[in-house]
Each structure stands twice: as C-alpha cells, then as structure tokens.
C-alpha cells in the first residue's frame, strides 16, 4: 500500500519560512515523478511545483518561482518543499502527490497518489 505523509507545516509570519517534508512508502521511490499541491480556503487546487525522479525536470508555479524549491532525497524516500519569504497568499493546505515514470511533470499530469495534507498558515 502506497502511503505518502506530508510533515511541516505551521504558521509563520509573512516573510519567513518554513521546509516542508513528504516521505514515502510502499513505491520504488525512485521511478516516480513526485510534487506539491496546495488548496486555499474557498479556491481551487493548484499544483506548486513537481519533479522527475532523477530531478532533471522541474516545475514551478509562476506565484512560487524564486521563492521555493523543491527537493528530493532517494536514500530517505523523501520529497521536500522549501518555502522562503512567504506570503499570506501561500496560507493553504499543502497536499505532496506522486505521479508516473514521466520524464518532466506539470500541472496537468495525472498524480495517482495523494497524502492527508498539511497546513500552512501565513500571517501579515
């Protein structure tokens, strides 16, 4: 059973940071394109950024670009989100997804898995 659990999320002040962290089990880490989510209150979702498995693609938001980078560490099974000078924009529930073998990513790609979600609260 594929389990994705997300870690990280607070609430920070508008301006700081904060690492988010989603660590996987129960897939060959590996082999799959993984990403961040994320859904404010009242509006849709909207992907953040993705990553092929060898990290050779990335995707990012245009609301993110410069402010946050994503990561991905195999030998811990574990895709980060670094997320500086935040924004009370960013205020959402973040959701790490997992994809397929692809070899580059984007918002409109079908992510199959989905973690429980954690929150993230900016303040101005």
């Known amino acids: 059973q594929v389990q994705l659990v997300e870690s990280g999320g607070s609430s920070v002040q508008s301006g700081g940071s904060l690492r988010l962290s989603c660590t996987a089990s129960g897939l060959t880490f590996d082999g799959y394109v993984m990403g961040w989510f994320r859904q404010a209150p009242g509006k849709e979702r909207e992907i953040v950024s993705c990553?092929?498995?060898?990290?050779?693609?990335?995707f990012y938001a245009d609301s993110v670009k410069g402010r946050f980078t994503i990561s991905r560490d195999s030998a811990k099974n574990t895709v980060y989100l670094q997320m500086n000078s935040l924004k009370s924009e960013d205020t959402a529930t973040y959701y790490c997804?997992?994809?397929?073998?692809?070899?580059?990513?984007?918002?409109?790609?079908?992510?199959?898995?989905w973690g429980q979600g954690t929150q993230v609260i900016v303040s101005a």
């Open positions: 997804v997992s994809g397929g073998r692809w070899r580059a990513c984007g918002p409109h790609d079908p992510y199959n898995r």
């Open positions: 990553i092929t498995w060898n990290g050779d693609m990335i």
